[in-house]
């Protein structure tokens, strides 16, 4: 079956006469076929999910509960320059613009095994513990939501609430299925990033 699909892979680019760029693209889309799957099903970084696409629009909520105080959680959010520091997902976290309660940033990120390169800026809202994100440069897609922060009864514990639409700026040749991966994919990496910030 491998080398059935390495066969059609090499054809398809033969008898298209396409480019190298071209035959990178097809890689691209088997590379993240199989990456797809590890984020499937439950994941343990997830307590909540919605994840619905109408058109090229996606409504995502994602929730996790991460075990540190709101107020620590929250000094880890205000340095998303530090995400490459803390996760192998991210090649490049660079701070480009920092002026009062906003930054900016270039992120390099895979994504389902493939490299992905956006600018975005963050606005810190340190009363509401609430973060808004949107992308000023990306060929994938725009996207616009915050990340809000929300302490236990008890203190101990945050809810890490991210809401965002994401809009599809090209047709992408991946199922909405692989897409609700590569969502999910970033946003594990993010707890994830925070949770070895924190110490945790």
């Known amino acids: 079956m491998k080398r059935q699909q390495n066969f059609v892979l090499v054809l398809v680019c033969i008898v298209s ?27 343990k970084e997830i307590a909540f999910e919605k994840l619905e696409k109408d058109g090229k629009v996606f409504d995502i909520e994602l929730r996790s509960r991460i075990d540190y105080p709101v107020d620590e959680v929250w000094a880890a959010v205000k340095k998303p320059e530090l995400l490459a520091q803390y996760s192998d997902q991210y090649k490049k976290s660079e701070l480009i ?17 493939n490299l992905q390169a956006l600018t975005i800026r963050m606005e810190f809202d340190d009363a509401a513990h609430r973060a808004t994100i949107k992308t000023l440069a990306s060929t994938i897609a725009d996207i616009e939501g915050s990340y809000t922060l929300t302490p236990s009864p008890d203190g ?26 590569a969502i999910r994919e970033s946003f594990v990496n993010q707890i994830r990033a925070l949770k070895k910030q924190l110490g945790g």
Request: charged letters at 25%; one cysteine or more; hydrophobic letters at 40%.
């Open 156 to 181: 101990t514990e945050t809810l890490y609430v991210y809401k965002a639409k994401q809009t599809d700026k090209v047709a992408l040749p991946i199922s909405t299925d692989v897409q609700r991966s």
């Open 17 to 43: 006469l396409a480019s190298l760029s071209g035959c990178d693209m097809i890689a691209s889309y088997f590379r993240a076929q199989r990456a797809a799957v590890q984020w499937e099903g439950d994941i």
């Open 97 to 113: 613009k920092d002026e009062g309660n906003v930054k900016e940033l270039e992120i390099h990120m895979m994504a389902l095994d």
